[in-house]
Structures are given as C-alpha cells and as structure tokens.
C-alpha cells in the first residue's frame, strides 16, 4: 500500500535533530522522495523525506450522524 494524494495519514518520522516524532497529515504531492503536505494539528505546510518516514497508516475519516 502505498500513500496517495488527497490521503490523511498518521506517520512516525524522523526529524532532522534525529529525534522521532509523530504527526496526522494530509497528503498534497509526492515526488522526488519528497512527500509535501499540512500538519493537522498546526495547519502548517511541511515536507518530509519519505526515507526519513519510519511507519504510517491511514486515518480513518470520522462520520457525524
């Protein structure tokens, strides 16, 4: 499976410090080994290294009744 445009996914990641981090995003675009998208916690734009991607899974939308 892989991650495709449009898609919310919840990733755990490595930042440039080394440190690991997790984060929900939506993807935007993927090229390069780059994969852009916005945090869903600060709204923010940001990029990632896919090799610096350690796991990810899609997140399931909520329904409201």
Same mark, same amino acid.
């Given at each position: ?21 997790? #984060? ?9 080994? #780059?994969? #852009? ?25 909520? #329904?409201?009744?």
């Amino acid at each position: 499976m892989q991650m495709s445009i449009g898609q919310t996914v919840e990733i755990v990641y490595q930042d440039k410090a080394g440190k690991i981090k997790q #984060r929900k995003i939506e993807v935007k675009g993927i090229r390069d080994g #780059r994969i #852009r998208a916005t945090c869903l916690t600060t709204g923010a734009p940001r990029v990632f290294l896919a090799a610096n991607i350690l796991a990810w899974q899609p997140v399931q939308k909520q #329904r409201y009744a």
